[in-house]
Nanobody
Framework: QVQLVESGGGLEQAGGSLRLSCAAS????????MGWFRQAPGKEREFVAA????????YYSDSVKGRFTISRDNAKNMVYLQMNSLIPEDTAVYYC??????????????WGQGTQVTVSS
């Protein structure tokens, strides 16, 4: 099982940008589809973005499409989420996830501890 550590969260104004990072351990990282999920207070955890093991395919929820970009660096065992044009509704704890199933979308069993993103209006 892969270990995941997120970083890069914080407080940002609406319209601003943040970049989340997820550091993964293990030699099999490059074989995993990776993704980001988020959970706002009082709500269920929801899918945000995913990227295939090679980086050749990306997927986004409708709520972030056109604003967020997921990427990965297999040489560094890293996954990133570039978040632009932030809105208050993006406020949530963001979690990195490993070994997703992409079709249909289903999260894998490995989760990070989460990083808080707060967007002020």
């Amino acid at each position: 099982q892969v270990q995941l550590v997120e970083s890069g969260g914080g407080l940002e104004q609406a319209g601003g940008s943040l970049r989340l990072s997820c550091a993964a351990s293990g030699r099999t990282f490059s074989s995993y589809n990776m993704g980001w999920f988020r959970q706002a207070p009082g709500k269920e955890r929801e899918f945000v973005a995913a990227i295939s093991w090679s980086g050749g395919r990306t997927y986004y929820s409708d709520s972030v499409k056109g604003r967020f970009t997921i990427s990965r660096d297999n040489a560094k065992n890293m996954v990133y989420l570039q978040m632009n044009s932030l809105i208050p509704e993006d406020t949530a704890v963001y979690y990195c996830n490993a070994d997703l199933r992409l079709a249909p979308m289903r999260p894998g069993s490995s989760w990070g501890q989460g990083t808080q993103v707060t967007v002020s209006s």
